[in-house]
């Protein structure tokens, strides 16, 4: 028997989102900047794993760093677009 807590909803045993995922709630983006972060996973790793661009990654990684885990919710990422977007970054055009 074990005694470890099972892992959160929509995670793996090593706290990742499954390899499928296309529903990308704010735990699961924050996850997998974890396991970036800690090493557990590398970014190139990642981007294969789950379909994501680099820029993707970096964007939630903005929002984490400015806003912590609720700026990963979608609404707020429209919302705070330019405060995530990098200074060199161009503007995209709506049309």
């Known amino acids: 028997m074990s005694y470890m807590s099972p892992p959160p909803p929509g995670l793996d045993r090593d ?19 974890n396991a970036i972060n800690s090493g557990k996973i590398s970014l190139d790793e990642a981007c294969r794993r789950w379909s994501l661009s680099v820029e993707e990654l970096q964007l939630w990684q903005r929002a984490m760093d400015k ?12 919302i705070y677009r330019s405060l995530f977007e990098t200074p060199d970054s161009e503007p995209r055009d709506a049309g």
């Open 67 to 78: 806003v912590g885990t609720p700026g990963l919710r979608v609404t707020r990422v429209q």
């Open 15 to 33: 706290g990742l989102p499954p390899a499928d995922t296309v529903r990308w709630v704010p735990s699961r983006k924050a996850a997998v900047l």
